[in-house]
Structure formats: structure tokens, C-alpha cells
T-cell receptor
Framework: KAGVTQTPRYLIKTRGQQVTLSCSPI?????VSWYQQTPGQGLQFLFE???????NKGNFPGRFSGRQFSNSRSEMNVSTLELGDSALYLC?????????????FGPGTRLLVL | AQTVTQSQPEMSVQEAETVTLSCTYD???????LFWYKQPPSRQMILVIR??????QNATENRFSVNFQKAAKSFSLKISDSQLGDAAMYFC??????????????FGKGTHLIIQP
């Protein structure tokens, strides 16, 4: 089975622009979560989608948004980019939603904001 | 809010020896799951092992095993017969079952494991 895929793998943007990142979960997985990884803050939960619905969102401003499609693929969008948004964005999928579900991660998208 | 603490920013071990990575967590919940993930230089997060809090038996996956002490809120990872390929950042993570686990994984800051040949 193919793993979680994320596109693009690398991205360079300038302040004020917006960006959309894509995540395709493992086949059969219906839950997708997003995490931000930075040297300063470490790994932080952004949000989780299940059945096209956002279940929860971490402590991030409204500039961070996402959605999930009927085929479980997910996108996250960051508008009005700031320098501090430079990070590795990781997507993780699981069969279903719930604390007992193990999340499997993709390779990440490295975003650099100049 | 739950917190996960990894007190060892970096550990070094000789190839073929055993190393233990520490993790403690703070929670008031009784039902939760704990994980160790490995992140090699490629940055791909790889699941190493998982532990259900309601199980007293420590999880084991080949050379990897945990020492889960629920009362002490401790969850250490033991790597036996260390191999060069084990070199990576290791993250301890917690996930609550409250609200259906909607809060995602809470990660520690990580331990950088170096394997000396």
C-alpha cells in the first residue's frame, strides 16, 4: 500500500502571499491531521479532518485553514504568509478518527517564507 | 492541557549496545495512547511503537521495547542492539481519547540519538 503523500515537497513564498499544501492519505484512511514543525515550537497540531469535517483546530490563527474532499484527500491553506510560517508541514492519516487511531505521517512539505 | 517532556536533548550510544530514551507526560486522564516516532534526516516521521494506557503489558517491536509506568507517568523507549540506521530524532507523543481524540498528538521536544560505529 502506498504511504501518505504530500505535494509539493518544497515551496518558497514571500510574505503576504498565500499557499496551498496537499495531502493524500493511505488508501482506506478517512482521517487526515496536519502538524507544523519548527525548531522553536517543535511539533504542533494544526487540525484534523474526518468525513470532510474539521474535528478540531490547534492554537493557530484564522490564516490557517483546511478542507477535506470526498476521497479523503486534504488541503491546507495559509493566507497572508508571515516569516514565522516557515516550517515543515506534516500530514498524517489514520483509518478513522479517535484517540486510539495510529497516525501515519507523510514526508512533509517544507515551506520557506522570504 | 497535556504536556510531554523528553529530558534528554541528545543521546549517544555505541553500535550494538542498548540505549534508553526517557519520556514523561502530564495528564489527568485515565484513557490515552502513547507513541514513539522516529524522524531520520529525511524528515519522514516513522512510527516505532505504540502503547495503550489500559494495558499493563509493555509493548515490544523487535529491538524496540517500552517501559510504561502509568502511575509515574513515564514512558521510556529501549533500543537493543543499536544499529547505524537507528540514528534519528525520537519523539514521544501522547494522544487522549477524550472528545474522540480530537486534540491530535501532543509531542515532546525530541531526543537526538547518535550511533557511534
Amino acid at each position: 500500500k502506498a504511504g501518505v503523500t504530500q505535494t509539493p515537497r518544497y515551496l518558497i513564498k514571500t510574505r503576504g502571499q498565500q499557499v496551498t499544501l496537499s495531502c493524500s492519505p493511505i488508501s482506506g484512511h478517512r482521517s487526515v491531521s496536519w502538524y507544523q514543525q519548527t525548531p522553536g515550537q517543535g511539533l504542533q497540531f494544526l487540525f484534523e479532518y474526518f468525513s470532510e469535517t474539521q474535528r478540531n483546530k490547534g492554537n493557530f490563527p484564522g490564516r490557517f485553514s483546511g478542507r477535506q474532499f470526498s476521497n479523503s484527500r486534504s488541503e491546507m491553506n495559509v493566507s497572508t504568509l508571515e516569516l514565522g510560517d516557515s516550517a515543515l508541514y506534516l500530514c498524517a492519516s489514520s483509518l478513522a478518527s479517535g484517540g486510539q487511531e495510529t497516525q501515519y505521517f507523510g514526508p512533509g512539505t517544507r515551506l520557506l517564507v522570504l | 492541557a497535556q504536556t510531554v517532556t523528553q529530558s534528554q536533548p541528545e543521546m549517544s550510544v555505541q553500535e550494538a549496545e542498548t540505549v534508553t530514551l526517557s519520556c514523561t507526560y502530564d495528564t489527568s486522564e485515565s484513557d490515552y495512547y502513547l507513541f514513539w516516532y522516529k524522524q531520520p534526516p529525511s524528515r519522514q516521521m516513522i512510527l516505532v511503537i505504540r502503547q495503550e494506557a489500559y494495558k499493563q503489558q509493555n509493548a515490544t517491536e523487535n529491538r524496540f521495547s517500552v517501559n510504561f509506568q502509568k502511575a509515574a507517568k513515564s514512558f521510556s523507549l529501549k533500543i537493543s542492539d543499536s544499529q547505524l540506521g537507528d540514528a534519528a530524532m525520537y519523539f514521544c507523543a501522547y494522544r487522549s481519547t477524550d472528545r474522540g481524540g480530537a486534540d491530535g498528538l501532543t509531542f515532546g521536544k525530541g531526543t537526538h540519538l547518535i550511533i557511534q560505529p
